[in-house]
């Protein structure tokens, strides 16, 4: 299976401060299709998870634009530009080019 | 934006079989295709499979012999089947769409006897 290596595993933030979160693939994720199927999902305490990003760097509909994605290959970031009191929770990558698909360990956000 | 609902027992006994539905509403079954994952309590998510809307299926290698994914789509509705189950199988249930765009909001069975 491919492992998803998150760090770091808890991450403080000043509020309006920035964020970021490391992803690495054990494995190439590039797709045979040429698409690169590194995803980015929000688990806000006590609620199911939800997308932010796709394919690496493609924003969900009503994601605000502070969050962005970046990466290719094994290496993999997600930013948040200005952390707001709603964006604690737990943030997972998740590779779906090679199955199983698999997950990172997830990334507690939390306020100073 | 498509709905999803699990629904099912949330108490089930060592070596019974685990069954829960997935209801979605807001779109077709018939367009995508549909996973299944799963949230032990305080721990990771671990995907256990999907369906086309064809039937076609695929598992988690880890899961395989026990797991079984139907999907009616006349009743726009998905199952997931895993047989002979232990404590290590308590976990939250969620489907999802395809590749996880939507979610439901998960469905706690804890396997107890």
């Known amino acids: 299976d491919v492992v998803m290596t998150q760090s770091p595993l808890s991450l403080p933030v000043t509020l309006g401060q920035p964020a970021s979160i490391s992803c690495r693939s054990s494995?190439?994720?590039?797709?045979?299709?040429?698409?690169?199927?590194l995803t980015w999902f929000q688990q806000r305490p006590g609620r199911s998870p939800r997308r932010l990003i796709s394919k690496v760097s493609n924003r969900d509909s009503g994601v605000p634009d502070r969050f962005s994605g970046s990466g290719s290959g094994t290496d993999f970031t997600l930013k948040i530009s200005g952390v707001e009191a709603e964006d604690v929770g737990l943030y997972y990558c998740m590779q779906s080019t090679h199955w199983p698909w698999t997950f990172g360990q997830g990334t507690k956000v939390e306020i100073k | 934006q498509v709905q999803l609902q699990e629904s099912g027992p949330g108490l089930v006994k060592p070596s019974e079989t685990l069954s829960l539905m997935c209801t979605v509403s807001?779109?077709?079954?018939?367009?995508?295709?549909w996973s299944w994952i799963r949230q032990p309590p305080g721990k990771g998510l671990e995907w256990i499979g999907y369906?086309?809307?064809?039937?076609?299926?695929n598992s988690n290698p880890s899961l395989k012999s026990r797991v079984t994914m139907l999907i009616d789509t006349s009743k726009n509705q998905f199952s997931l089947s895993l047989s002979s189950v232990t404590a290590a199988d308590t976990a939250v249930y969620y489907c999802?769409?395809?590749?996880?765009?939507?979610w439901g909001q998960g469905t706690l069975v804890t396997v107890s006897s």
């Open positions: 369906i086309y809307s064809s039937g076609g299926t």
């Open positions: 999802a769409t395809g590749r996880g765009s939507s």
């Open positions: 494995q190439s994720l590039v797709f045979s299709d040429g698409n690169t199927y």
């Open positions: 807001g779109g077709s079954i018939s367009s995508s295709y």
